[in-house]
């Protein structure tokens, strides 16, 4: 039937890129319908834990929290939250953000944050900005740190190469632009 379709065009992430293991339990985000004059920053954050634990934590209706998308260190991508959705991912900075998690732990960057999860984050960056009209830059690509969340986070963390992680944003995978 018609419905049926319908749903299954809903379960679709919004980047190609991503698999879908959402959604998120329906406590951990609000559901909206958020344009693209609406989605104004992209938050990097590190999940302090692996792959699956992170985005099944963030999946899990104890938790309270979700986020868009979580990266692994081999550069897969999962979406939890559609993006026109507000996920609970950096306390009072949600309404106008889109959350993205990395594997890993932030006193552990060299094991965790790989040139594949750096490559696959930015890519996915890249897309996201391109389809709500954000300019790629770090004004408006921040580290959960970097937020005004009313929150004591500090991932990424010191060990995030931010230097690395932009020319990939704006210049392409291992591509070398003097990036800003």
Not at 26 to 42: F, K, P, Q, V
Request: aromatic residues 10%; hydrophobic residues 30%; glycine residues 12%.
């Amino acid at each position: 039937g018609e419905s049926v379709g319908q749903q299954s065009a809903e379960l679709k992430p919004d980047y190609s890129g991503a698999n879908w293991v959402g959604p998120a339990c329906s406590g951990n985000y609000s559901a909206s319908n958020r344009g693209a004059s609406d989605i104004t920053d992209i938050v990097i954050h590190t999940c302090q834990g692996g792959f699956s634990g992170c985005w099944g934590w963030l999946k899990n209706c104890a938790s309270g929290v979700s986020a868009h998308y979580v990266v692994s260190s081999g550069g897969e991508v999962v979406q939890l939250v559609e993006e026109n959705d507000v996920a609970y991912h950096d306390a009072c900075f949600n309404t106008h953000s889109v959350g993205i998690e990395h594997e890993g732990f932030i006193d552990d960057p060299n094991k965790w944050f790989t040139d594949a999860m750096y490559c696959s984050s930015a890519k996915l960056v890249k897309s996201i900005c391109d389809r709500n009209n954000i300019p790629c830059d770090r004004a408006h690509i921040r580290g959960h740190g970097e937020t005004p969340d009313c929150s004591d986070h500090t991932d990424p963390g010191a060990g995030w190469d931010w230097k690395k992680f932009m020319e990939y944003v704006q210049c392409g995978c291992g591509g070398c632009c003097n990036a800003a």
